[in-house]
């Protein structure tokens, strides 16, 4: 299975700052990668898939880059609400679509 | 609008079997893909399978392709989700969430809780 690590497992922002998260997987992925959002005791909810695209509704100071097994998200103007946990996801190797551990993002 | 609606709360034994329903309210997953996510205490998520309501297919990711089964009703309107062999390790939330066939597009069930405990 292809694995994912995402870096870092947590920061620390204020509202306002532009943050980025990075994803990198153990081999090319193609472009095959998703990002999610949990808040806490909530279900994941969709930010953006094939790196760059956004998912419907999602506000678009959320950004996604990346190529082969590099990628990162990043959330520019940090909102009060953006504060929650981020998954990556590559479904470029089936069956198993592994995520990412995770990144907590916190308030400053 | 679709809605996602998934059965409550499992307490079960080491060894036993749990079976999960998701049920679209509002519409039928027809067209799309049915995806099954788990989330530990405290933990990330881990994806399971996912099946096509419409015909059936399945697919399971390698670790739990020995006890997990997935099936769906003739009107594509429910899925479930069966995963035997319980261990405590087992103990998680179960999502499940329409999508695609690479990711979850949504909407997400509200999770379903099993508790695997002697």
Same mark, same amino acid.
């Given at each position: 299975?292809?694995?994912? +690590?995402?870096?870092?497992?947590?920061?620390?922002?204020?509202?306002?700052?532009?943050?980025?998260?990075?994803?990198?997987?153990?081999?090319?992925?193609?472009?095959?990668?998703?990002?999610?959002?949990?808040?806490?005791?909530?279900?994941?909810?969709?930010?953006?898939?094939? +790196?760059?695209?956004?998912?419907?509704?999602?506000?678009?100071?959320?950004?996604?880059?990346?190529?082969?097994?590099?990628?990162?998200?990043?959330?520019?103007?940090?909102?009060?609400?953006?504060?929650? +946990?981020?998954?990556?996801?590559?479904?470029?190797?089936?069956?198993?679509?592994?995520?990412?551990?995770?990144?907590?993002?916190?308030?400053? | 609008?679709?809605?996602?609606?998934?059965?409550?709360?499992?307490?079960?034994?080491?060894?036993?079997?749990?079976?999960?329903?998701?049920?679209?309210?509002?519409?039928?997953?027809?067209?799309?893909?049915?995806?099954?996510?788990?989330?530990?205490?405290?933990?990330?998520?881990?994806?399971?399978?996912?099946?096509?309501?419409?015909?059936?297919?399945?697919?399971?990711?390698?670790?739990?392709?020995?006890?997990?089964?997935?099936?769906?009703?003739?009107?594509?309107?429910?899925?479930?989700?069966?995963?035997?062999?319980?261990?405590?390790?087992?103990?998680?939330?179960?999502?499940?969430?329409?999508?695609?066939?690479?990711?979850?597009?949504?909407?997400?069930?509200?999770?379903?809780?099993?508790?695997?405990?002697?």
């Amino acid at each position: 299975d292809i694995q994912l +690590t995402q870096s870092p497992s947590s920061l620390s922002a204020s509202v306002g700052d532009r943050i980025t998260i990075t994803c990198r997987a153990s081999q090319g992925i193609r472009n095959s990668l998703a990002w999610y959002q949990q808040r806490p005791g909530k279900a994941p909810s969709l930010l953006l898939f094939a +790196t760059y695209t956004l998912a419907d509704g999602v506000p678009a100071r959320f950004s996604g880059s990346g190529s082969g097994t590099d990628y990162t998200l990043t959330i520019s103007n940090l909102q009060p609400e953006d504060f929650a +946990t981020y998954y990556c996801q590559q479904y470029y190797s089936t069956p198993g679509r592994t995520f990412g551990q995770g990144t907590k993002v916190d308030i400053k | 609008q679709l809605q996602v609606v998934q059965s409550g709360a499992e307490v079960k034994k080491p060894g036993a079997s749990v079976k999960f329903s998701c049920k679209a309210s509002g519409s039928t997953f027809s067209g799309y893909y049915v995806h099954w996510v788990r989330q530990a205490p405290g933990q990330g998520l881990e994806w399971m399978g996912i099946i096509k309501p419409s015909g059936g297919a399945t697919s399971y990711a390698q670790k739990f392709q020995s006890r997990l089964t997935m099936t769906s009703d003739s009107s594509a309107s429910t899925v479930y989700m069966e995963l035997s062999s319980l261990r405590s390790e087992d103990t998680a939330i179960y999502f499940c969430a329409r999508g695609q066939f690479g990711y979850s597009s949504g909407p997400w069930g509200q999770g379903s809780l099993l508790t695997v405990s002697s």
